[in-house]
């Protein structure tokens, strides 16, 4: 499931209320626009591992996934796939690494009003 959060911090509730309106326990969740800062608690979820991605120097912006913690599946991050070019593309990915199967990787991704798509390039050339 994604969610556009505008302020994980100031709408948690709606959050919470947004996943409860499904009547179903989501084993991933994918966030943008966070605008999480870096002395700020990203929301805690409970039964939730969070990994996240967050602006330095400007407010807005940022990206994170939720995964459900009793998976019956390990995952890592990706750093290597998780491009964060302030202002321009805001990635954060994860790996799935099931025991039987093809390992899966899921991503969230931000792209900021007024970008350019052609900042993102990156981004495609990884994927």
Known sequence: ?????????????????????????????????????????????????????????????GCCIFIKKDLSVNYKLRTDLSIFDEGKIETVFIELLPKKGKNIIIGTVYRPPGAKYSDSSTLWKIL
């Open 1 to 61: 499931m994604h969610y556009n959060a505008r302020s994980l911090v100031k709408h948690d509730d709606k959050l919470k209320e947004f996943i409860d309106l499904f009547n179903t326990n989501f084993s991933i969740i994918g966030v943008t626009e966070t605008w999480e800062r870096q002395t700020a608690k990203v929301l805690d979820l409970e039964g939730y591992e969070c990994f996240s991605q967050y602006r330095q120097s400007k407010r807005g912006g």
